[in-house]
């Protein structure tokens, strides 16, 4: 929302987003997270990763965490900010991942030894890929929507074998993909603004 400065909490208003999360990580919300409004309420969940340094495609350890509308990702109980233990790598890459966007990575392994905090919506700190890899958005880097099955990449198999069976049908959380600004419903607003402008790209993974 450019007059808020913050992101839709509209599946969250209308009661769609699950208590269990979507990754099958069996991860549940507390209970009345969904109850928060404001700066601090509930986007959707997104997955965390944190990947091998000399091998990223070997994730090390990975947490189902919420997005608020503030851009803040925090735990499942909706304040604590994110944490892994037992992590005895030195350095590692860190990952964002959301059912149907592309990925964010970071540009290179990080140190967490000082709890640093990564804020990829900045355009100033460094992206796998660099600003190809996302959008701007009244300032803002966001994450490229349109990838319907999750793959990767945004082409015409999200379109015609998602959205074109999923336009005007009744929204279901973790299966309905091609809901690409999430606001609990499917139709050529999901395909005309988001999958046509990112059509063709490809998540950029180390």
Not at 12 to 27: E, F, Q, V, W
């Amino acid at each position: 929302d450019p007059t808020t400065g913050l992101m839709n909490d509209w599946l969250r208003k209308l009661d769609l987003i699950s208590a269990t999360d979507p990754y099958g990580t069996a991860t549940d919300l507390a209970d009345g997270v969904l109850e928060d409004e404001g700066a601090s309420a509930i986007v959707d969940w997104v997955m965390v990763e944190l990947r091998d340094k000399n091998d990223p495609a070997l994730i090390v350890a990975s947490k189902a965490m919420l997005l608020l509308r503030d851009g803040n990702v925090v735990m499942p109980d909706g304040v604590s900010q994110p944490r892994f233990v037992n992590i005895t790598a030195d350095s590692l890459y860190l990952a964002v991942r959301h059912m149907n966007h592309l990925a964010l990575y970071t540009a290179e392994a990080i140190s967490f030894d000082d709890e640093p905090i990564i804020a990829f919506s900045e355009i100033s700190t460094a992206i796998y890929g660099g600003n190809f890899a996302s959008k701007l958005v009244e300032g803002k880097r966001v994450m490229k929507a349109g990838d319907a099955n999750g793959d990767g990449t945004i082409n015409a198999a999200d379109k015609n074998l998602h959205w074109r069976k999923e336009n005007g049908q009744e929204y279901q959380y973790g299966t309905t993909g091609s809901d690409f600004n999430m606001d609990g419903v499917v139709n050529a607003v999901d395909k005309n603004i988001h999958w046509r402008a990112n059509n063709g790209e490809v998540a950029n993974n180390p």
